[in-house]
């Protein structure tokens, strides 16, 4: 884990971390039964595709050739900049020749090489950083390109899949060797661009072939504060809200979403298992080459539809028993709390009254010592009796005229 929630987020569903590949029975019984996240370091870095569709090695040449002249991809255009989202209205599907495509990306890449020479050639560091942040601002409508999905292989697809050719550059990582793929899809972007956050509804091997990809993950347990879109809509499984400025006074909890995050970057030959139901948000680098493998996980297909009312039931049950276990601990606090002031207050009051006590039985008995009066019964009631007199009364004079504070007059 780069950086991310670690304050919040529990070991259990910490990113599992591994140098190269594991096997199929560990990642089945330590990452997928757990449905938690897991990055392979240089797992796919043995594939063909790493030095053959490397973008600066030739590799935009060898995929128009591979692929061929007439392949036509559907491609995403977005209404904002490098930010692709779920919403529809935020983006359209475009129809292009891969080919065409894939000429914009040379275009680009010379773009690049040539600021590059022009940074090198400059002694500022801010001059360098200027020419490479435009060249990835200064979009144009192919700028806002994204190959996304696009099929190699697909289980659903009964037609010629158009980049069905590229499968023979890659292969299934060993460790989901044993798992009945759904699809394979590729992913390319021109300049730097990013997916909104969203889950998919099946298990994600993302491999990354060229370039660099930083992703961010919250557990399902988040979604409270990540807003997903109404479940009756065709982007119900992408967020409402905006990771880096959000707008607070329509989505209040949402400022508690950074402290359940996790963010890894992966770098080529790198692959990151992203579980069912985990939100992501991906930031990729310019000319940045992935591929992901998805397969439909034992969550969902292993539960029959004439029992979906009881697992509701006990799903709902389940959320209501959390929800009572935080009341009742919150009871038990303030009721604490209540306790704990109320004694507080008790031993104010307790100490409050003895100061008073004290202070008017001092001030009455100094009052009552100077006052003068004829009547021995309030003397008698006054002072104390000569049992209760100190030996050191004998002192005194033994003339009880003396003793008597009105014939002192």
Known sequence: ????????????????????????????????????????????????????????????????????????????????????????RSHERVVLPFSAFIASCKSYLEQLSLLSVSSHMSNSARDKEICEETCSTSLDATDRLYLAQIPIYSVER??????????????????????????INFWMNRARS?????????????????????????????????????????ASNHSDVSIEDPDLSVHARAKHMKEYSQKVI???????????GWFHQVDSSDLTVAVNFWWVSSIMSDMVDHMDTYYLRRILNRLVSKEMVCIFRFVLIILFCFIFLWCLYGRMLENNKKYFQKSLFSSFLSVSLSFPSSDPKIGAFILPSSSTMPKNRSQHSEDPKLDNPSNNR
């Open 158 to 183: 009964k037609e010629h899949c158009s980049l069905q050719v590229l499968k023979e550059d890659i292969q299934t990582p060993a460790f989901i060797a044993n798992k009945c793929i759904s699809s």
């Open 194 to 234: 990013r997916s909104s956050t969203h889950y998919d509804p099946h298990h994600n091997i993302l491999c990354v072939v060229s370039g660099q990809k930083e992703v961010i993950l919250w557990p399902p347990e988040a979604c409270r504060f990540l807003y997903p879109m109404p479940i009756y809509g065709e």
């Open 266 to 276: 992966l770098n080529v030959g790198d692959a990151l298992f992203i579980p069912e």
């Open 1 to 88: 884990m780069e950086a991310g929630g670690e304050e919040r987020a529990e070991a259990s569903l910490r990113i599992r971390h591994f140098h190269g590949t594991i096997s199929p029975e560990e990642f089945a019984t330590e990452i997928e039964s757990k449905n938690i996240p897991g990055v392979f370091r240089g797992a796919v870095k043995g594939w063909k595709s790493i030095s053959l569709w490397d973008p600066s090695n030739g590799g935009l040449d060898y995929m128009m050739e591979k692929v061929g002249p007439t392949a036509v991809v559907e491609a995403m255009m977005s209404n904002y900049e490098h930010i692709f989202n779920g919403d529809l």
